[in-house]
């Protein structure tokens, strides 16, 4: 079975422009969370989706926002990018057993 | 809110024991969890314990749990090369979805 995948695997944005990255849960699992790790540091919570409504949200700015679709794939969307953006972004699914959340390999953006 | 602690190194030989420790401050919390993160990517499910148990072990790694002291250890027997990498504490507080991540302990194996 296919893990869960991200897009793109890199990501090169400057200053004050948008991004949208993309997630692919595991088959079957409803839940999305988004996960924040800035180099050096553990990932920070940033979204969780389940049945595509937002189920929790940490401590980030109204410029990250999100949505899953139909299908529960998920996108996350920052806008106006610092450079303090620029980090791995990484998505997380989990289904029935929804203490088991496993992670993509993440989507790294740099800011310039 | 929560807050997860690790040590941020450590060394060993090949074939040793590896033991990485983490506190945490959530007594509600209902599973801790262990992920393995290599270079360059994502996080790896490791192994989890749930908060009623006080020790759990699978093939190579043992949990320990000690709530009173909410202090997590993870034992690696006979670490090889392969285990190179670093380890994170997850707590997801007294949810199962919103994980609070330690800054992770770099394990680094030598031959």
């Known amino acids: 079975d296919a893990g869960v995948t991200q897009s793109p695997t890199h990501l090169i944005k400057t200053r004050g422009q948008q991004v949208t990255l993309r997630c692919s849960p595991i088959?079957?699992?409803?839940?999305v969370s988004w996960y924040q790790q800035v180099l050096g540091q553990g990932p920070q919570f940033i979204f969780q989706y389940y049945e595509k409504e937002e189920r929790g949200r940490g401590n980030f700015p109204d410029r990250f926002s999100a949505r899953q679709f139909p299908n529960y794939s998920s996108e996350l969307n920052v806008n106006a990018l610092l450079l303090g953006d620029s980090a791995l972004y990484l998505c997380?699914?989990?289904?029935?057993?929804?203490?088991?959340?496993?992670f993509g390999p993440g989507t790294r953006l740099t800011v310039t | 809110g929560e807050d997860v602690e690790q040590s941020l190194f450590l060394s060993v030989r090949e074939g040793d024991s590896s033991v990485i420790n983490c506190t945490y401050t959530?007594?509600?919390?209902?599973?801790l969890y262990w992920y393995k993160q290599e270079p360059g990517a994502g996080l790896q499910l490791l192994t989890y314990i749930f908060s009623n148990m006080d020790m759990k072990q699978d093939q190579r790694l043992t949990v320990l749990l000690n709530k009173k002291d909410k202090h997590l250890s993870l034992r690696i027997a006979d670490t090889q090369t392969g285990d190179s990498a670093i380890y994170f504490c997850?707590?997801?507080?007294?949810?199962?979805?919103?994980?609070?991540f330690g800054k992770g302990t770099m394990l680094l194996v030598s031959p």
């Open positions: 997380a699914s989990s289904g029935v057993l929804s203490y088991e959340q496993y």
């Open positions: 997850a707590d997801p507080g007294a949810g199962y979805s919103t994980l609070t």
């Open positions: 088959s079957g699992h409803k839940s």
């Open positions: 959530d007594s509600s919390s209902t599973y």
